[in-house]
């Protein structure tokens, strides 16, 4: 089963709200990524945070780690019609090296 | 900087075709990843290698599912005989290293249709 599971699976805001992405995994990890995937592209690497990390920002995005309750969240301030795409949390198990991505949130911006 | 590249950007093949597909690397990454991607299922890890040599195959559903890297600027995945369930989108994505705080960079996949 996927180590990382995002909710909600889909949420539609107007334009200049603000979205707040979860998700939650199963085991211990060394990091959380996220990702952003665009219709019909491949997905791209947006941030990274650390297991001994509670908070990042780059940008408009603002992630947050509670490794105790095994659960991240990802917020984009000001939202903007291009923000539009489906957004994916990737864990990997302490000691490997692969990635396991879950099931994404798709995020629709209604300008 | 190409990206990962990879071929062709669409498949559509009979059942019990043979299916290649092909990755072409960021230059200078020395870890590659096959995924799987559908509504039902998500995004699913077939394989990875590390230096060209399979690391974890754990992920290919079955014997029909084979995957190389003959060197550090290529790889296949190859399906033989292709099934209609096999209908996917499959990315390819490298990383510089195997360490584990390397995000990966896709390529835009390939949508394989089995009819």
């Known amino acids: 089963s996927q180590q990382g599971e995002e909710d909600p699976q889909a949420l539609s805001i107007q334009e200049g709200e603000n979205a707040t992405m979860n998700c939650s995994y199963k085991?211990?990890?060394?990091?959380l990524q996220w990702y952003r995937q665009n219709s019909g592209r491949g997905l791209v690497h947006l941030i990274l945070?650390?297991?001994?990390?509670r908070e990042k920002h780059s940008g408009r995005l603002r992630v947050t780690l509670d490794t105790s309750k095994k659960s991240s969240s990802l917020l984009i301030t000001a939202s903007r019609a291009a923000d539009t795409a489906s957004y994916f949390c990737?864990?990997?198990?302490?000691?490997?090296?692969?990635?396991?991505f879950g099931q994404g949130t798709r995020l629709t911006i209604n300008p | 900087d190409a990206g990962v590249i990879q071929s062709p950007r669409h498949e559509v093949t009979e059942m019990g075709q043979e299916v290649t597909l092909r990755c072409k690397p960021i230059?200078?990454?020395?870890?590659l990843f096959w995924y799987r991607q559908t509504m039902m299922r998500g995004l699913e890890l077939l394989i990875y290698?590390?230096?060209?040599?399979?690391?974890?195959d754990s992920g290919m559903p079955e014997d029909r599912f084979s995957a190389k890297m003959p060197n550090a600027s290529f790889s296949t995945l190859k399906i033989q005989p292709s099934e209609p369930r096999d209908s996917a989108v499959y990315f390819c994505?490298?990383?510089?290293?195997?360490?584990?705080?390397?995000?990966?960079?896709f390529g835009n996949g390939t949508r394989l249709t089995v009819t």
């Open positions: 945070i650390r297991s001994n990390e």
């Open positions: 230059s200078g990454h020395n870890s």
């Open positions: 990737a864990t990997d198990g302490k000691g490997a090296q692969k990635l396991v």
């Open positions: 994505a490298s990383r510089p290293d195997s360490a584990w705080n390397s995000p990966l960079h």
């Open positions: 085991t211990s990890i060394n990091n």
């Open positions: 290698f590390n230096n060209n040599v399979p690391i974890d």
